[in-house]
């Protein structure tokens, strides 16, 4: 028995066998209970929102919240899964959003974008969708030299730099690509850009090398006790300038702007 399967949660050593509903809701649980993750989670909201010009009467939509607890944070945001989900505001294809033209003030989400199966139709309702300088901000996994050691060796998820846009299968959990943002936004910015002028890239950034790896994330044993977090984002923070080696996410902030100049 290798190290990996000594540190595994017990209620996820099947989890590969349940279906996306039953996985995301054991997920749920899982987030509930381990207070580093929860830790974790609470700054990938922070970042997200940092973004955003968050106000009282404005449309603002997370896809893919399965497990999360954003509404907890910010209670104007909409909350949305593909998954008939309890606690949902709304479900829906992010691909076919139930929205008007010109009408979403923001759209944020976490570890969403590599499991879409047809990224272009996607980005095609984002412009739709979007207002005039309207923003969609995501968190994804990272493609730097520490990243693509773990995902690689240590993640069951593919991690395929090299692909294309295309995501294989039709699970929603299982089925993706950690590489797909890296891919979009880094290898082939120019492209995403021809394709989409109207979605300018304001930033990108990379984050989090350790600590959600000591979190456990959603299958492992948390690595530390929980009174541990502060001290670790702590020196991650001192880390931040290797982002671009040190990094396990990227945060890719987009806006929409109907005269189609770029400012990365």
């Not at 595994?8 to 997920?27: E, G, R």
Request: neutral net charge; hydrophobic residues 40%; glycine residues 4%.
């Amino acid at each position: 028995m290798g190290m990996l399967d000594l540190l595994k949660l017990p209620q996820v050593k099947t989890a590969i066998n349940m279906d996306d509903c039953s996985l995301t809701l054991l997920h749920k649980q899982i987030l509930m209970e381990k207070k580093f993750l929860r830790k974790v989670y609470e700054s990938f909201y922070r970042d997200l929102m940092s973004h955003v010009q968050y106000y009282e009467n404005g449309t603002f939509i997370e896809l893919g919240s399965g497990a999360g607890f954003i509404k907890q944070m910010y209670p104007k945001i909409q909350t949305s899964d593909v998954l008939d989900l309890p606690d949902l505001d709304r479900i829906f294809d992010a691909t076919k959003m139930p929205f008007k033209n010109n009408s979403v003030d923001a759209i944020v989400l976490i570890n969403v974008l590599h499991h879409i199966k047809n990224i272009e139709l996607f980005f095609a309702e984002v412009t739709r969708v979007l207002k005039e300088t309207g923003r969609i901000v995501m968190i994804e996994p990272a493609n730097t030299l520490w990243s693509r050691f773990v995902y690689t060796r240590f993640h069951h998820e593919v991690f395929d730099p090299n692909a294309d846009w295309q995501v294989e299968g039709s699970r929603h959990l299982l089925d993706g690509n950690d590489a797909l943002a890296w891919i979009i936004f880094n290898r082939d910015k120019e492209q995403f850009q021809k394709k989409y002028p109207e979605l300018n890239i304001i930033k990108i950034y990379n984050h989090t090398p350790v600590s959600y790896l000591i979190s456990g994330g959603f299958t492992l044993k948390q690595l530390l006790p929980s009174c541990m977090y502060v001290p670790v984002r702590c020196i991650e923070s001192l880390f931040q300038f290797a982002g671009s080696l040190t990094g396990m996410f990227q945060t890719i902030v987009l806006e929409r702007r109907s005269n189609g100049k770029t400012n990365a």
